[in-house]
């Protein structure tokens, strides 16, 4: 609380400048600037109990937590978001977590499920998101897949500060993706914090670890721990009066998603058809619409506009064959690439 | 009924060949020769309910039930074995049905639990176990893992007509690995059967449905069903006295399971690493007690000889990083290379 009030002291613009950005009907989008000092990072692990990469990395940062990175460091939180779930080994106990996060639910006090009231409690610790300071500065959300994503950043498309972290681990990781969610208040846990993410890693099959991917994910984590003391470091010489050529502007490729893709099913929501073996584990690569993408029990093929409208030449499908998908009847969704010019620390 | 009786006038010595061979204390082992004709056979699905390609491959095969292959043919079941779990999409309600078919277990009325009474129903519709003449003269179990198995067959080593089937399939598809149960009266459903296999086919997410995988998967099924009839049609043949060079003498590899391996954890029974990813997805490949197997979060590996005693040079590992495996404690099975002199049928 002392160093809260000491920040609001020795940087009094700081309060100002977020409410004049934030509109009232837009509380949540206050995301994080080149001028901000970043205080607080919290790592979130467990938020689908039986994606066990995302939980054991956050018990093995958990071991970390506190002050890092020195004077130009931050405070290190790591909470194991569903707690109960992650006990059981499951993906939640009574509803998806990572669905409860609109403003409007966190308000709602009449949503009082397991998750309902643990999202709640999240949003006391690191949020609250209607703030224009929430405890946490930037949210990193660990999460696995059964489709082969590799390592993907699922971020808000104007999170600028979260592109320029994802374009810097692009820069060493070149198998990293990026997915945008979509461009109003979204219902998933990162976006208690100021800016965030969701570090999203496959093919992990749900319940298993996967130590390949365990590897490649501690080492873009620990980079974006750096990337933080960076940032600081890079503002603090700039508010010091310094030049610096410490950022470079870079194009970042991202998929921005355009919709889900539903299974065919018949009148009884019986599955007629699989996922076709030329989609499945082909994330973020390109499809046409007169391409197969369902391969039918009755030896037949579905194409992809067969199932939807298309309107681009060219869409990505990708979260191809995550298994909780099933229950939201989604085989995959399809992105449109898009080029976003970002800022990126120079490191 | 009468088709069964008039098998036992046509064929006098077969109730009493198959008294002989079995001992009182082995009423389990009962299994196919040359000299029996197939008359029913059982396709299972949904053992594990959340096996989705095995669930769905009987739903596909439901629809051919009845007579197959016209006179020298037999009776086709298809039976969803795992009724509430499958509905669920669980791996089981209360206990795993794959575990509760010992001849003991089907016959202690004290075991109430849904899966416990389901088994001993199943064993009323296909067997029953302890009976020379069983329902079902094999039985075909669809399983499936998120080991990298490919299709892996299960059989019990003294059943030399499920490995004459094995081979037959290995010689249509070369990837099709065999692998043997303990000798004994074994836990798992296909036992039921007087001759049966476990088709076990992986990597498959639990809750995903695999097109790849379950094509490669229906057609070695539908070859299965043609060597049931090929046999049929063979041993008449020799019992009308013509004189046939129908069956080779082969040699089948297998691999005969040796035990389970634990994974490293600490006086809490908490995890302390993952297989490690020189292992992982390597099911069947040859491997030493010097051999990493294990790669600890605190940087540190672990061999197969730091885990457990190793007398053999070589062991193979296999259903390696199962889902289901975590709860059981195991890692991943290892098994020792055997090579089985069996019959099988030209066709």
Chains 1, 2 share one sequence.
Not at 175 to 196: E, F, I, Y
Request: aromatic fraction near 8%; proline fraction near 5%.
């Amino acid at each position: 609380w002392l160093k809260a009030c000491k920040r609001q002291i020795h940087d009094p613009s700081r309060r100002w400048k977020h409410l004049s950005l934030m509109s009232e009907e837009e509380p949540w989008c206050r995301h994080l600037s080149p001028a901000d000092h970043v205080q607080c990072v919290a790592i979130c692990g467990g938020t689908h109990g039986d994606e066990r990469n995302g939980v054991y990395l956050g018990r093995e940062f958990a071991k970390r937590q506190g002050p890092v990175g020195g004077d130009d460091g931050f405070e290190l939180v790591v909470v194991e978001t569903n707690v109960e779930a992650t006990k059981a080994n499951r993906r939640y106990v009574e509803e998806d977590l990572n669905r409860c996060f609109t403003c409007k639910d966190l308000d709602d006090q009449t949503l009082t499920l397991y998750e309902q009231r643990r999202a709640k409690e999240i949003n006391q610790l690191l949020g609250p998101k209607t703030s224009p300071t929430p405890k946490a500065d930037f949210v990193l959300d660990l999460h696995n897949t059964t489709a082969a994503t590799g390592v993907a950043l699922f971020l808000h498309p104007r999170d600028k500060f979260a592109m320029g972290l994802a374009a810097f681990l692009q820069s060493i990781d070149p198998t990293v993706q990026v997915a945008l969610w979509a461009n109003r208040d979204v219902m998933l846990l990162p976006s208690v914090g100021r800016s965030g993410m969701t570090f999203e890693v496959g093919p992990v099959s749900i319940k298993c670890l996967d130590a390949k991917l365990y590897a490649q994910s501690k080492l873009l984590i620990e980079a974006s721990l750096r990337y933080f003391t960076a940032h600081n470091c890079a503002r603090k010489r700039s508010v010091d009066g310094e030049v610096v050529g410490e950022r470079r502007r870079q194009s970042l490729r991202c998929f921005q998603m355009i919709r889900a893709v539903p299974f065919p099913r018949d009148y009884d929501k019986e599955l007629l058809g699989m996922i076709h073996p030329t989609v499945d584990g082909k994330d973020f690569t390109a499809l046409k619409g007169s391409d197969p993408v369902f391969s039918m029990f009755d030896g037949s093929e579905k194409t992809l506009q067969d199932m939807i409208e298309v309107t681009d030449d060219e869409v990505y499908p990708y979260l191809i064959n995550e298994a909780s998908y099933y229950e939201k009847d989604t085989a995959f969704l399809i992105g449109r690439r898009v080029e976003y010019d970002v800022e990126v620390l120079v490191m």
